[in-house]
């Protein structure tokens, strides 16, 4: 898988943050930032499905569309994400945190049975982000945490949806570390979101560090 890195030393880092629904993705997006900032970091956060006319209309048929045609779709949102919103602010130095990316892409149509061999295709030609975080919790811990909030798509109101949506996310995430990707695994079972969000925080310093010296 021939991904093209999205960073150099002219411009900001790439951050994704992925897992299963309910691991916290959003609330640890949000805290990560706020970390960077007090670090003196200029930080743009955002999620996919994203923001822009694809993004919205992945939202819109997402319990309708199924298989194939949700997958090219929602790749289809990532390409545009990449030139609408997530590369204009590396190349002028911001650090973008994406809370959900191509991780995400390798799982959520596993629901529909696509084969993972056409999901990695579908996405070979996405920025490869600089860091791919990926949050980890037990089956048991992201069912309780989505009965909770509630589910907010077909795919979480499933049964078993949480520990298929487990199973799905170990070979996605063995891929990617075979690919080349800098993979940060968190163990979020018994973390609270503000101490997931400083041990990312805490890498990426550390990466900082490395590149000035």
Not at 44 to 59: F, K, M, N, W, Y
Not at 70 to 97: F, I, K, S, T
Request: glycine fraction near 8%.
């Amino acid at each position: 898988m021939n991904i093209r890195r999205s960073s150099d030393h002219h411009r900001g880092l790439f951050v994704s943050v992925d897992g299963p629904s309910g691991a916290g993705k959003s609330t640890i997006v949000h805290h990560l930032a706020q970390l960077l900032v007090a670090a003196g970091e200029y930080v743009h956060t955002t999620a996919e499905p994203s923001d822009g006319p694809i993004g919205a209309l992945c939202r819109e048929v997402t319990e309708s569309t199924t298989g194939h045609a949700l997958a090219c779709l929602y790749a289809a949102d990532r390409y545009h994400h990449l030139q609408a919103e997530v590369r204009p602010n590396l190349e002028v130095g911001r650090m973008v945190l994406s809370d959900r990316y191509i991780p995400s892409g390798l799982v959520m149509q596993r629901f529909d049975g696509v084969d993972p061999a056409f999901l990695w295709r579908v996405n070979a030609e996405a920025d490869r982000p600089d860091l791919a975080v990926i949050l980890e919790a037990a089956p048991e811990v992201i069912a309780e945490r989505l009965s909770e909030r509630g589910p907010h798509n077909r795919f979480q109101i499933s049964p078993g949806s949480s520990h298929a949506e487990v199973r799905f996310y170990r070979p996605a995430t063995e891929r990617l570390i075979q690919a080349g990707f800098d993979v940060l695994r968190v163990d979020v079972n018994h973390l609270p979101p503000e101490q997931s969000a400083a041990l990312i925080r805490d890498r990426l310093l550390t990466f900082f560090a490395s590149a000035a010296g």
